[in-house]
C-alpha cells in the first residue's frame, strides 16, 4: 500500500483525474488523502464526492501534521502558498505546474505564456524546493500554440495534458521508476514518422 497526500487550494481537478486515474488501478493499491489550506475550496466538494478521506489543514500546521504522518509521496495540485525548508524536509512534494519552467513561473501562467505570443508551452512536474516553481525537473510535455489557437483552446489543452500527465509521473514514482515521453505516447519516444 502506498500512501499518498494530494494538497490543493482551489478547484481540484487535477486531484479528481488523480483518484479517477489510481481508481482504475486497483493492484496499485494507492491510499489518497485529501489536505486543503481552504475550507471553501471545491477541492473539499470533489473529495466528498469522490469519497476520498479529506482534511483542512491550515498552513500553519503543515509542520505539526508531517511530522507524525508520513506519506510516500506528497503531491501538490494547484496548493498556491510556498512552504518553507522545515516541512519540505518531513516528506516528498512534487508540484504541478502549467508551462515549461523555468518561463513562466507563478500564477496566471496560461495566461502570461499565451499573451507573450509563445508558440510551444506545456506542463511540468518537479521537486519542490522553497523557491517559487523552483526544483528539479521530472517531467515536462509540450502544447503547441498555433496561429490560429484561441485562448480557450491552449488552457483546456494545458489542463488535459495535466490532468493525463501527473498521475502517470505518480504512478512512475511510486514504482520507483522514471518517466520518459514514451509512457504518455503509448511506446513512442516522440520521434517516430508519426509524430511528425
Ligand atoms: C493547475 O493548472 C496547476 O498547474 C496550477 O494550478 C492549477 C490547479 O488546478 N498550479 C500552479 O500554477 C502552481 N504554480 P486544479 O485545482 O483544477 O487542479
Known sequence: ???IAI????????FEAIVKYFAQKPEMEVDITCL???VNAYILTRAKNLGVKYKYLPFEQNGAYFAVNNFDLIVLAGYMRILPEDVL????????????????????AIHRAF??????????????????????????Y????????HFDEFEAEIHNLEHKLYPIVIEKLLK???????????GCSGNCSGCH
Open 1 to 3: 500500500m502506498k500512501k
Open 7 to 14: 494538497m490543493g487550494s482551489g478547484n481540484g481537478s487535477n
Open 36 to 38: 486543503t489550506d481552504d
Open 89 to 108: 524536509n518531513l516528506g516528498k512534494f512534487i508540484n504541478i505546474h502549467p508551462s515549461l519552467l523555468p518561463a513562466f513561473k507563478g500564477k496566471d
Open 115 to 140: 499573451d507573450a505570443g509563445v508558440k510551444v508551452s506545456g506542463v511540468t512536474i518537479h521537486h519542490v524546493t522553497s523557491d517559487l516553481d523552483g526544483g528539479k525537473i521530472i517531467a515536462q
Open 142 to 149: 509540450p502544447v503547441l500554440i498555433g496561429n490560429l489557437t
Open 176 to 186: 520507483d521508476e522514471v518517466f520518459d515521453f514514451s509512457d504518455l505516447l503509448g
